[in-house]
């Protein structure tokens, strides 16, 4: 790098001509008209809007843009005083806690997958496509699977089939009681492929050799994972960890189509959605988006100050 | 030279897309005009018709001696289809008259372009651009509000001091349950029900005699709870309703209110597990439509537009879908039902018409004789006449139609209902609406119930009394 500018600098000289039909000018020109459309399309459809999300957040507004009213921070006032803003965060601690045990779960299978075993990449395969799928399919499928049908207007779901067959009486799944753990489950099932094959990547990047000298001392393998693995590995589960608070507070789709937020599956994300959409406060959702954004901001920074030396 | 080249070629760009835009604004203007031209075509056929109508002498009692009556109508597929011209041959033989139809697809802009002329037909319908003191500088007076309000229906839509302007072809029904009248009957309900006991002993006769689901909440779909709140007005029998709640200043879910009837029924039938369907979370709206008509759901609360689409369905699984049919709001007022309707277009006469005489015949013909209401489905202008098949059911319920807003309150129920994020309509996650479903099927009672009201009176309040200072 410093050898490129002090060339240029010597050749200061040159004319605009001459610098453009250098390689340093030509490279400059393609990189700009590469990089053009894609920062316009960044800046245009990303920042402005978030800009705009800024000061929208200090305004009372509805969808059209008529009407403006500045209010200062009164949006922010209502989301921490009246509770049922703040409240459907309370839902996330399901979405957390499911997803520490998705965390453990990954962590096992990922360990098996990397044990001698066959069709290896078939269960790779069969565990990763999940994610893969589109989330308003998943959700799709799962109202099917957790459905209590009456056999009239609908069948039975397929759980309660399963569950028919060892004589269990079919069950009002998403019903107030069980709703939250069984979308709990579905981002689980949905979101475990991919933890998986981190953990796969991460454990495959120890050296063989380690393990074969665990071998020869006689180690069992929970004494491999126990010693060798998981010390490995360490950073990466913890990184999982981080991301799984920000994945927990900002849940959308899935309760979304599933329950439509009923039986207290509301979320955060929907909350803000049925402000800005249903009662025409585009303000105010603004201002919960600004919360959120800024939750997440604060989770991010203690995820870089933590890894930053191990990394 | 490559800057110069990209420079040049940028300009290029915007003047090429700056033409393009100027382009498109010149096409949008020749379609002005070109519709402007087809308009004014329209109107010279409009004298000429006149002039036909002019020369032609007058002669009393039933023969027009061949006269053209010009009518403004918004049904082109009728004229389309050519049974509005069939039906009408009955009244040009009576009259010994012609009437001519000039059908229009944007018909309120459109003919209220043509009326800043004075050629707008003899007879039309009004548009609600004109404003209701300016009828009669464009209207003939068709009678007295007493004399009117006699006969049909809706007689208060077009009229200023007292004087009424225009006929209504027809109305719809606001609110009210959809049944299937087999299912009904198998369960040994011969009477519908007037009020909330009664409708809810129906529900059980349902379940005990029958196989099939009492009724089917949708829950799943929001809206389909909304569909409620439509029967609000028709429980209330109150054309003022929800202005009275606003000026008196008084709570929406007070104990009487229309608002706390209307809830608490539906409160009641979802509260009993036996009377809906298994789990309410994972309904489905489409296979419900399918049930309804093959009476296996039994009943439904929906708009009167949902009618025709059961109907449809029906029609297709091959079920009877004569037996769809539409019940009023089972809640009475001192023992009588009443249903909110709503009139569509009202025909009126041009006043500078010469043919007054039969356009007041045609009106009467039209809404008295000729059945176009009925076999379209409508309700009828004419007071106490037969009601389409699948509203037989209100007969002998009282129609009415709810006032404007006055001039103070005018979006002022809206802007309540949006602010204290109460919605009777919307449906939010934590709409009331759901709350109380949710609450039902918890088995809460009424004092689930009543936490609930109590809420939404104290969120309605608060916003009423900032919004109206």
Known sequence: MDDLLTVSGKKSKKTAKQWIQSYDGQKAITSIVFLLIPVALLILFTFVPAANMVVYSFQKRSQLGTDIEWVGLDNYKTIFSDSSYLMTFKNSIYYLIGSFIQQALALLVASVLCSRLRCKNFFKGVLFFPYLMNGVAVSLIFLNFFKNGDGVVSPQGTLNSILSVFGVEPYTWLGAETANFCLVFVSLWRYIGFDILMYIGAIQSINTDVYEAAELDGANSWQRFRYIVFPSIKSIIALQCILAVNGAISVFETPYIITGGKNGTTTFVIKTIETAFTYDKIGLASAMAMVLLSITIVVTIIQKTVFKEET | ?469
């Open chain 2, 1 to 469: 030279m490559k800057i110069k080249k990209i420079v040049s070629m940028l300009f290029a760009l915007t003047m090429v897309t700056g033409c393009m835009a100027s382009f498109t604004s010149c096409g949008g203007d020749e379609e002005k005009t070109g519709s402007s031209s087809t308009a004014s075509n329209n109107s010279s056929n409009a004298d000429e018709s006149k002039d036909d109508g002019n020369s032609e002498e007058k002669t009393d009692g039933n023969d027009f001696g061949g006269a053209t009556l010009k009518v403004l109508t918004h049904r082109t597929d009728r004229i389309e289809d050519g049974s509005l011209k069939e039906v009408t041959k009955e009244f040009e033989e009576k009259y010994n008259c012609k009437v001519e139809y000039q059908g229009f697809t944007d018909y309120a802009s459109d003919v209220s372009t043509m009326m800043s002329t004075d050629d707008y037909g003899d007879v039309l319908m009004i548009p609600d651009t004109v404003k209701v003191k300016d009828l009669g500088t464009y209207f003939e007076p068709l009678g007295t509000y007493e004399e009117m309000d006699a006969k049909y229906n809706w007689a208060n839509q077009k009229m200023y001091d007292d004087t009424v302007y225009g006929v209504a072809i027809g109305g719809s029904i606001a609110g009210g349950l959809c049944y299937n009248k087999a299912t009904w009957e198998e369960a040994g309900i011969t009477t519908l029900p007037k009020t909330e006991e009664e409708f809810i002993e129906c529900l059980e006769k349902i379940r005990d005699n029958t196989d099939a689901i009492p009724y089917y909440t949708n829950f799943k779909d929001t809206w389909a709870l909304a569909q409620w709140t439509s029967l609000v007005n028709s429980a209330s029998g109150n054309s003022n309703y929800t202005n009275e709640l606003l000026a008196e200043k008084k709570d929406v879910f007070a104990e009487d209110s229309a608002h706390y009837k209307v809830f608490k029924l539906m409160y009641d039938v979802f509260s009993d597990p036996t009377l809906i369907e298994v789990d309410p979370n994972t309904t489905d709206w489409e296979g419900s439509k399918a049930a309804i008509g093959s009476g296996t759901i039994a009943t439904m609360c929906m708009g009167s537009w949902a009618v025709t689409q059961f109907q449809e369905v029906a029609e297709t699984n091959g079920d009877d879908p004569a037996n769809i049919g539409y019940m009023p709001c089972p809640i009475s007022v001192n023992g009588v039902q009443y249903a909110e309707s709503a009139p569509d277009y009202n025909m009126g006469i041009n006043i500078h018409s010469e043919q007054k005489d039969l356009g007041k015949l045609y009106i009467e013909w039209y809404v008295e004789d000729s059945n176009i209401a009925y076999n379209e489905g409508y309700v009828q202008t004419v007071k106490g006449s037969e009601m389409p098949e699948y509203l037989e059911a209100f007969e002998n319920v009282e129609l009415f139609v709810s006032d404007a807003a006055p001039e103070d309150l005018v979006g002022v129920w809206d802007q309540i209902d949006q602010e204290s994020e109460v919605g009777f309509y919307l449906q939010d996650s934590a709409n009331f609406k759901v709350r109380l479903c949710e609450a039902a099927f918890r088995g809460e009672g009424d004092e689930g119930f009543k936490k609930i009201a109590d809420e939404i009176n104290k969120k309605w309040n608060a916003t009423r009394d900032s919004v109206l200072g």
